[in-house]
């Protein structure tokens, strides 16, 4: 009886060791790196960068194998991705989709004119034309980003502006696309952009080309 019994599980350890085997075969040829398509989603926005060609490298690795770190790996160092997701479909696909960040504005460093992405970043312009805003200063791409934010969340109209310029003092100037100069002061931009929208809605603007609201409690316009 217990010789029965240990027939049985040899022949059951064995079963399982070749259907392992079998299995494991299978496995291997089911991921391997030429049984599946490759997709780079909206490439479209990317054709004149590099990242389409870096990316291209990862269909050399295997499916089942790819870590969405290695992909990261590949994307961090290009400045201009927002953001990007992995789609595995097992075993069929690979789809990679890569959002491009927006630029926000311009900026001159070091001789060379960037842009400057809502993810924080400078890209490099190849002599591309845009209406975006210029920066004027020395400025940490934080301040303008909180800037920004300010903006957007205020009735003003981002895109009306012409040039941006920074202050040592920490403080920034706006001048709009038909001529209004705003000198902001250095705190309590929310409620400055609110007083801006009321003397904008309430007085009649076509002499005013100076609105001064540095001072607390106190505005100076200009003609």
Known sequence: MHQQISKKI?????TLLILGTFNNKNISKLYSKDNYDFNI??????????????????????????????????VDPHKIVENFFVFKNYPSSL?????RTKFLAIIKKNGSN???????????IDDKKTDLPFIFGDI???KFL??????DNSKFNYNDIKNLFYFKSKRWDIETKNGLLIKLP?????????????IINKKDMQNINNI???QNNQVILNG
Do not use: H, W
Request: charged share 30%; no cysteine; net charge negative.
């Open 114 to 124: 960037f842009y400057i992405g809502a993810n924080g970043n400078l890209i490099q």
């Open 186 to 198: 250095r705190k309590n931009l929310n409620n400055s952009f609110e007083l801006l929208i009321n």
């Open 212 to 214: 001064d609201l540095r």
């Open 41 to 74: 989603v909206d490439q479209s926005e990317f054709n004149e960068d590099n990242i389409i060609k870096d990316l291209a490298k990862l269909k050399n690795q295997n499916l089942f194998l790819l870590e969405k770190n290695e992909v990261l790996k590949t």
């Open 140 to 142: 940490d791409i934080s």
């Open 146 to 151: 909180e800037l920004k934010s300010i903006i």
């Open 10 to 14: 040899i022949i059951y350890l064995f």
């Open 95 to 99: 789809n990679i989709k890569i959002e």
